[in-house]
């Protein structure tokens, strides 16, 4: 069942993995997260903590803003090849447990 779920998932997906919209929605709540932690850097009392707090909004946004941009550290470079695909069909295939009866 498992098996057919992922397969079922993967057929549904859009080949366009990193798509404008994707990104804007990654992006705007990454600056989203970014600017809560300051909101919330600012309410601390100790340095320590204040420091360590805006360290952290500080490095959400600036990935936020990578996001936005389309960096290329952000970017998937490993792509599956067809072998190891056709491999993997066949061994959750041959499986009796996800046969259907």
Known sequence: MI????????DNVSNEVDCVACRLVSGMGLLGIGAFLLAQAKKRPKPL??????GLAAAVGV???ARL?????LKATVEESK???TKTLKATSDHQFFARR
Do not use: C, H, P
């Not at 098996?3 to 993967?10: A, D, P």
């Not at 903590?49 to 805006?54: A, F, H, V």
């Open 3 to 10: 098996g057919r779920l992922s397969f079922w998932y993967k």
């Open 49 to 54: 903590e204040s420091y360590t707090m805006k």
């Open 63 to 65: 990935i936020g803003v």
């Open 69 to 73: 941009a389309d960096a290329n550290f």
């Open 83 to 85: 072998e190891q695909e």
